[in-house]
């Protein structure tokens, strides 16, 4: 599903931190979106999932505006994310969240007739278990997971509701040197199997200019410089700005 | 948690054989101080448990959930006073009313934020409770409704009879309480402890949040009106203190004694609240300040309440 930003634009106070940005993520597609800390990637994320209301600009999915369309509605439509910080359920088990995901998902949140989990719920949440690997930590409750398994999860309540275009914002944050690799590594597996348009935000580059096919650089709530891996690395705009310091944004 | 047919099938089982157990006693030893006992544990655990969907399950914590209980009561006192309806159906009226009322008032209460909800229930509940001091003419004022329930026989039950009471109250309380089970067990009682856990991504998952807290206000609301029915059998009438925020208190206190994330744990809390009481009003007048203490010491002591307490004991004996 093509995901389509247009001239979108976001103030909190004084700070533009989303400053008439217009990008284009192709059906199937793997991008990363980087940028220095405060560069507006989060609120980026935030706006084309619903959380805040844009001050201007559209967020077309398949040529359709959604910017009016309340989170519900966005999920619906097929637009996934998962957190900067990893968010989940946190007294439940692994299996619990995904399967509370999964209810939520086929809207039947509000049931109070049936038993928790519906029908056929347990095997679909399973599925998004195995998908992502965490079927070892199937009973485990969210709060004592590794924090590598709780981004894991993150993503996985993602997955469970079944999303065309999913975000993820800094799927490696707080990992080590293996551990990212790992983490994104599973995250290509996802896009591959699940044909998902897939942007992710990411500092590590050797890790974006591996795994992207197309990178977009934020600086103050704007576009610095899009295009492919090699583009990117010569480009002198984006040397100057953020690969030069590389080691302060992390 | 692993919640399935089977488990449901279970709690029935073990609900059955505690009422079996309840309604055997007297047949085998009449005290009638234990069977007060029940008939008020069982208003109260209503009361207890039907608060502990809020703020257990929800994360709602609300203090003036005594108003739904003292309106059951009102209710249902003065639909047996003045109308000829049977026993059942003005019950069942009075739950119906009370649960119209949480709904009114969730509807303005629930969207606010979590410190407000609390002020705000707290202010409804003295709303409520000034309409019945004031309106004399229907509720008997500060005084009560005063007069009793008329004595109408349902299927050979005469509810002037304690032993009839008794039972009456250990049935309504147990199916009560095995239909709040039944809603904490469905998919409904997981996504309130979804938004409990965390709200915001709850709301990502396509669950409307103020849509889903406000029924779960309305089904509290309507068990306390529930409780409050029992409890106005049990006094003949309706006392305006049934609605008054001290009440609203014990409910909160039962919750925190006997724990907030164990179903039972409100039951407990309720049953020791009660003792508690009756002890302590036999040796002092100071029953407030040996209550605080009390309640003092087992916050203190356990962090959390008796039945959370031993639970999370065994899981961690059990690893
Ligand atoms: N909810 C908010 N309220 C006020 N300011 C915000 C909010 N979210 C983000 N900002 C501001 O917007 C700017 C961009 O933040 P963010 O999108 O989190 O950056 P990034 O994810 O690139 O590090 C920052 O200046 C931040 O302080
Ligand atoms: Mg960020």
């Known amino acids: 599903m093509k995901l389509e930003i247009r001239h979108l634009t976001k103030s909190f106070g004084g700070v533009r931190a989303i400053d008439d940005v217009s990008l284009t993520f192709p059906s199937g597609s793997l991008s990363a979106v980087i940028g220095p800390n405060g560069a507006g990637k989060s609120t980026f994320f935030n706006l084309i999932s619903g959380a805040f209301a844009p001050d201007a600009g559209e967020v077309l999915l398949e040529d359709h505006d959604v910017v009016g369309r309340s989170k519900t509605e966005r999920m619906q439509l097929g637009i996934g994310r998962a957190f900067q910080v990893a968010s989940c359920f946190p007294s439940m088990t692994v299996a619990e969240n995904l399967m509370a995901a999964v209810t939520a998902r086929i809207g039947e949140w509000g049931n109070i007739v049936r038993r928790f989990p519906p029908p056929g719920v347990r095997e679909r949440a399973g599925e998004v278990m195995e998908l992502v690997g965490l079927t070892h930590v199937e009973n485990v409750e969210a709060a004592i997971l590794s924090h590598g398994d709780q981004k894991l999860l993150d993503i996985a309540i993602a997955l469970a509701l079944e999303p065309k275009v999913l975000l993820l914002d800094e799927p490696t944050a707080g990992m080590g040197p293996d551990e990212r690799w790992r983490m994104i590594e599973r995250v290509r597996r996802l896009w591959d199997q699940r044909k998902l348009t897939l942007v992710f935000i990411e500092h590590d580059m050797d890790i974006v200019f591996q795994v992207a096919s197309t990178i977009r650089v934020l600086c103050y709530g704007r576009v610095l410089a899009e295009g492919t891996p090699d583009q990117i690395r010569n480009n002198q705009a984006v040397i100057d700005a953020y690969l030069g310091k590389e080691e302060h944004a992390a | ?319």
Not at chain 2, 58 to 66: E, I, L
Not at chain 2, 75 to 91: D, G, I, K, N, R
Not at chain 2, 193 to 199: T, V
Not at chain 2, 237 to 242: D, I, M, N, T
Request: charged share 10%; hydrophobic share 55%.
């Open chain 2, 1 to 319: 948690m692993k919640s399935n047919g089977r488990s449901g099938t279970r709690e029935t089982a073990i609900a059955a054989v505690a009422l079996l157990i309840v309604l055997v006693v007297p047949f085998v030893h009449r005290s009638p101080a234990f069977e007060d006992f029940v008939i008020r544990l069982s208003a109260m655990a209503l009361f207890a448990t039907s608060l502990n969907l809020l703020v257990g399950n929800t994360g709602m914590v609300s203090f003036g959930h005594g108003m739904f209980y003292g309106l059951g009561a009102y209710a249902f006192a003065l639909m047996m006073q003045m109308t000829e309806l049977s026993l059942p159906v003005a019950a069942m009226l009075a739950v119906l009313f009370t649960t119209l009322a949480a709904l009114c008032v969730g509807a303005i209460c629930v969207r606010l934020s979590t410190d407000y909800f609390a002020f705000i229930t707290l202010a409804f509940q003295m709303l409520i409770y000034s309409v019945i001091i004031s309106w004399q003419s229907l509720t008997g004022g500060d005084q009560g409704l005063r007069g009793g329930l008329p004595r109408r026989e349902i299927f050979g039950f005469d509810l002037a009879s304690q032993l009839h009471l008794y039972q009456c109250c250990a049935v309504v309380a147990v199916l009560g309480l095995l239909a709040l089970r039944h809603i904490s067990a469905s998919p409904f009682g997981q996504t309130l402890r979804m938004i409990r856990d965390n709200e915001s991504r709850t709301g990502f998952l396509g669950v409307v949040l103020w849509r889903a807290r406000l029924w779960a206000f309305t089904i509290a609301g309507g068990f306390a009106g529930l409780g409050g029915v029992l409890a106005a059998l049990f006094v003949s009438g309706a006392y305006p203190e049934l609605a008054d925020w001290p009440n609203s208190g014990q409910a909160i206190f039962a919750v925190m004694l006997g724990g907030i994330n164990s179903f039972l744990g409100p039951v407990l809390g309720a049953a020791m609240l009660l003792a508690l009481n009756d002890v302590v009003a036999r040796v002092t007048e100071y029953q407030g300040l040996v209550l605080g203490i009390v309640i003092l010491i087992f916050a203190l002591g356990l962090r959390r309440g008796v039945l959370d307490f031993f639970r999370v004991a065994w899981s961690k004996d059990s690893q």
